[in-house]
């Protein structure tokens, strides 16, 4: 038997396209370039950048033609350049290092992650151990969980040696799993924030298990989930319903991205996760009706268009874009910014 050639693969047959509302670039992301721009535009290259400003191969690629640096710890930087942190924060030690380096520093932190930091300073002086729901290893958990200075526990693990004093730890986890096998100090005297840009249901049951397990735990004013990342899972949801294949324009790295994927997965939809057109698979649509597509918070428009083009290519010729919420929120440029770039200007 001979193998079928992959041109014989490449879809026939007419497609239909859905474009979730909203996707793509959100308030804080697109905050975080302007900064990096402006920076870039008044003071000229190098401008160094701690971490990929956003999850964005392209987004990234672009700043960093413009002249921008990117680093991923602060003794990348020669003393006394500008710096720029990125959208997913940092922590007090990063800030406390740029200041002692005689860096001047430019805060593109997320305003939404800025409100889970100031939570977190809130909980500690109320001297509430911290449960963290998030990613290891991501850096908007790394940031946030450095809000607490010292005493930092991950996992519910306590060195015995070192005495941590109440209100001083804090502890990751990802799962109802981690939740079970957490060991904390005071059950009366606990709380949680969660990372900015989870999936609603899977941070849901984490946080059942949390009140399950501590009854007395207390909880953020109001949800951590960015209104952005909320909108973006719920347009897929309705999405999907009507679709029997989704594709999420997203680079590997983006939490809300791979998030976005998952949630269409989890509706029972074939779906994948592509950084640009040229990772779409012909092979993907044989047998399909109808497609849709989203795009992360960290992703450009330009990208979605650059895929559908590829989708029509490939045999689709209907497009259609779902109405959805529409966001307003916009996020005003740090003070520091804005006053160096007056006084440039003068």
């Known amino acids: 038997m001979t193998e079928t050639p992959i041109t014989d693969l490449t879809p026939k047959s007419s497609l239909a396209l859905v474009l979730a509302n909203p996707r793509g670039f959100c308030a804080g992301v697109d905050r975080a370039i302007i900064i990096v721009e402006q920076a870039l535009e008044k003071f000229g290259a190098p401008i160094y950048v701690r971490h990929e400003v956003v999850h964005n191969k392209f987004v990234v690629d672009e700043l960093r033609a413009k002249g921008a640096v990117f680093v991923e710890e602060l003794d990348e930087i020669p003393t006394g350049s500008t710096v720029i942190f990125s959208a997913h924060g940092v922590s007090k030690a990063v800030r406390a290092e740029a200041d002692a380096r005689g860096l001047t520093a430019f805060d593109a932190t997320c305003p939404l ?66 939740v079970a096998s957490l060991t904390i100090m005071d059950p009366l005297k606990l709380a949680f924030v969660t990372q900015t840009t989870l999936s609603m249901d899977d941070a849901a049951l984490v946080i059942n298990a949390l009140k399950a397990r501590f009854p007395h735990i207390n909880a953020p004013k109001s949800d951590d989930i960015c209104y ?106 740090p003070k520091n910014l804005v006053n160096a770039i007056s006084n440039v200007k003068k």
């Not at 300073?121 to 940031?143: C, S, W």
């Not at 450095?146 to 005493?151: L, P, R, S, V």
């Open 113 to 178: 992650v800025t409100k889970v930091h100031i939570e977190v300073a809130k909980m500690r002086a109320a001297g509430l151990e911290i449960i963290m729901i998030g990613h290891k290893g991501h850096p908007e958990v790394e940031g946030t969980m450095g809000q607490i200075e010292t005493g930092q526990i991950e996992g519910g693990q306590i060195d015995e040696t070192e005495a941590i004093p109440a209100g001083k730890g804090i502890y990751l986890v990802e799962t109802p799993d981690d």
């Open 228 to 333: 952005a990342t909320q909108n973006r899972q719920d347009a897929i949801k309705i999405m999907a319903k009507d679709c029997d294949l989704v594709i999420i324009v997203g680079s590997p790295n983006s939490s809300n991205s791979n998030r976005l994927r998952e949630v269409a997965e989890n509706q029972g939809i074939e779906s994948y996760m592509i950084d640009n057109a040229s990772f779409l698979k012909p092979e993907w649509l044989l047998g399909k009706h109808k497609v849709g597509v989203s795009a992360g918070a960290s992703a450009p428009e330009i990208l979605v268009k650059e895929v559908i083009a590829k989708l029509q290519t490939l045999g689709a010729n209907q497009v259609q874009e779902l109405h959805g919420v529409v966001e307003s929120v916009v996020f005003q440029l």
